[in-house]
């Protein structure tokens, strides 16, 4: 059963142009949200991330909107560079539960082109 | 943010030997640390779980006696690969959270694991 969903394995967009990736959960006591950018044979690293009471949190070029009625989140990439290409994973917790394990989706592939 | 490293980066081995992969915070103290494992075109896979001076907690279905955890302090976990197998081959990836992170995660760089 996957509680983290990332619908989109890949999505291309023009450099300059705004990033959509998109992320559904359905474990309603998910209440932390996180994404990560992974390169090949890398670690991911951390972005951005929005707990539960709020439904946005922006931080430069990335915006993260959550929409807990729809048990839905979002990332903005905003203006696209050709180096945010990347796979994105989105991620969540339960931060009632025990150390804070997060639970992955399977990522999105984000090209960038010149 | 935090820092993480690991180590080694890479390592090819034989069959039935043991592997010992190192993971280390490196500007925080890090009260728990998780080890996760990718197979290709997939998501993160948690393996386990360890806060420092414990027992690691093991994920179904993964045998706590092949992959051995140790998080003896607060800046350094160990995952041993015991008679590593080729199935075993993978990259291996550390995070840790604590102090002031309790509530992400930072990662390590990783470690690609060949079994030959």
């Known amino acids: 059963d996957q509680q983290v969903k990332q619908n989109s394995p890949s999505l291309s967009v023009q450099e300059g142009r705004i990033s959509i990736l998109n992320c559904d959960y359905t474990?309603?006591?998910?209440?932390?949200f996180l994404w990560y950018k992974k390169y090949p044979a890398e670690g991911p690293t951390f972005l951005i991330s929005?707990?539960?009471?709020?439904d946005k949190n922006e931080d430069g070029r990335f915006t993260v909107f959550l929409n807990k009625s729809a048990k839905h989140l979002s990332l903005h990439i905003v203006p696209s560079q050709p180096g945010d290409s990347a796979v994105y994973f989105c991620?969540?917790?339960?931060?009632?539960?025990?150390?804070?394990?997060?639970?992955f989706g399977k990522g999105t592939l984000l090209t960038v082109n010149p | 943010g935090a820092v993480v490293s690991q180590h080694p980066s890479r390592v090819i081995c034989k069959s039935g030997t043991s592997v010992k992969i190192e993971c280390r915070s490196l500007d925080f103290q890090a009260t728990t640390m998780f080890w996760y494992r990718q197979f290709p075109k997939k998501s993160l896979m948690l393996m386990a779980t360890?806060?420092?001076?414990?027992?690691?907690?093991?994920e179904q279905g993964v045998e706590k006696d092949k992959f051995l955890i140790n998080h003896a302090s607060l800046t350094l976990s160990t995952l041993t690969v015991t008679s590593a197998h080729p199935e075993d081959s993978s990259f291996y990836i550390c995070?840790?959270?604590?102090?002031?992170?309790?509530?992400?995660?930072?990662f390590g760089p990783g470690t690609r694991l060949t079994v030959l």
């Open positions: 991620a969540a917790s339960d931060s009632g539960g025990s150390n804070y394990k997060l639970t």
């Open positions: 929005i707990s539960s009471i709020k």
């Open positions: 360890s806060n420092e001076g414990s027992k690691a907690t093991y």
């Open positions: 995070s840790a959270s604590g102090g002031a992170y309790y509530n992400e995660q930072f």
């Open positions: 474990n309603s006591m998910f209440d932390y």
